[in-house]
């Protein structure tokens, strides 16, 4: 069991999807993102496989949530700098985590 301190460490921000396009090299398909977190944290990049339920321009200006403070992972190529959060759907397909409504940018999950 994971406690609250644990929990804690864990720095989940919103941000807006700035850019989005496929991620060529990848072994299965995914996206590259850009993602605005805001004046302290800045954009910031990375990956997902959620090519089955958006297509690219389905995610540009859409708020997501991401763990922003997790060591960058490089991912074909590119270096995959935040974590965004996503669900799986009936077939295991990503369905990506959201605000219920519109937040600034680097808004912090608590």
Not at 76 to 102: C, K, M, N, T, Y
């Amino acid at each position: 069991m994971a406690t609250f301190d644990e929990f804690l460490n864990l720095d989940l921000r919103v941000g807006t999807v700035v850019s989005a396009h496929p991620l060529e090299g990848a072994l299965k398909p995914a996206y590259r993102m850009e993602i605005d977190f805001g004046p302290e944290i800045g954009v910031k990049r990375s990956s997902g496989q959620y090519t089955v339920n958006y297509q690219p321009a389905d995610l540009v200006g859409r708020q997501v949530v991401a763990v922003v403070n997790f060591k960058p992972r490089r991912v074909a190529g590119f270096v995959s700098e935040v974590l965004v959060l996503a669900a799986p759907d009936a077939s295991g397909a990503h369905i990506l985590l959201a605000v219920e409504r519109p937040v600034p940018n680097g808004g912090r999950i608590s």
